[in-house]
């Protein structure tokens, strides 16, 4: 089992504050499955409209979460990971069981079913408390250049 602190996360995902969706990185068996933390908060910029009466994480984002930690699990298959990084080419099966709301914690998990040369498909799941909020099955694409 692999831990990441959030500056090797910097290092490995292109994305910045705000569209980073992992706080940390729980596990990553290179090849084969990687879990990572989202910490849900009320300071999230998209909460503001999105509602603001009634804030809910938007169903978009839980999504742009997963395909994350998922181009994670794909990319530890690399040995040179200066070939670009993994994006999200299709969305397939998705389904949305559960609200998440601010303060909640989701765990992350995204298990490779797949390599085929540059794409992967990838199973992943989003918890909270024990219950399924989000799950369904991802393809990436490797090769988008790091700007």
């Known amino acids: 089992m692999k831990i990441m602190d959030p500056k090797e996360i910097l290092q490995k995902i292109p994305h910045s504050f705000p ?8 596990e990553i068996e ?10 849900v908060s009320m300071d999230e910029p998209f ?4 509602f603001p009466n ?3 994480m938007p169903g978009v984002l ?12 794909f990319l530890s298959t690399f040995a040179d990971e200066e070939e670009g990084v993994p994006f999200l080419a299709r969305v397939d099966k998705f389904r949305f069981k559960k609200k998440v709301f601010p303060g909640d914690q989701m765990i992350l998990e995204a298990e490779i079913i797949r390599i085929f040369s540059n794409l992967a498909k990838v199973k992943v799941l989003a918890i909270v408390e024990g219950e ?3 799950e369904g ?5 490797k ?5």
């Open 54 to 56: 009634a804030p809910l």
């Open 132 to 134: 399924t909020v989000a």
């Open 19 to 26: 569209f980073r969706m992992i706080d940390q990185i729980l």
């Open 30 to 39: 290179p090849g084969k499955k990687a879990i990572a933390v989202k910490k």
């Open 62 to 73: 839980m999504v742009e979460a997963l395909a994350q930690i998922a181009g994670m699990a």
């Open 137 to 141: 099955i991802l393809v990436l694409a």
């Open 47 to 50: 909460f503001q409209g999105h």
């Open 143 to 147: 090769g988008l250049p790091v700007l």
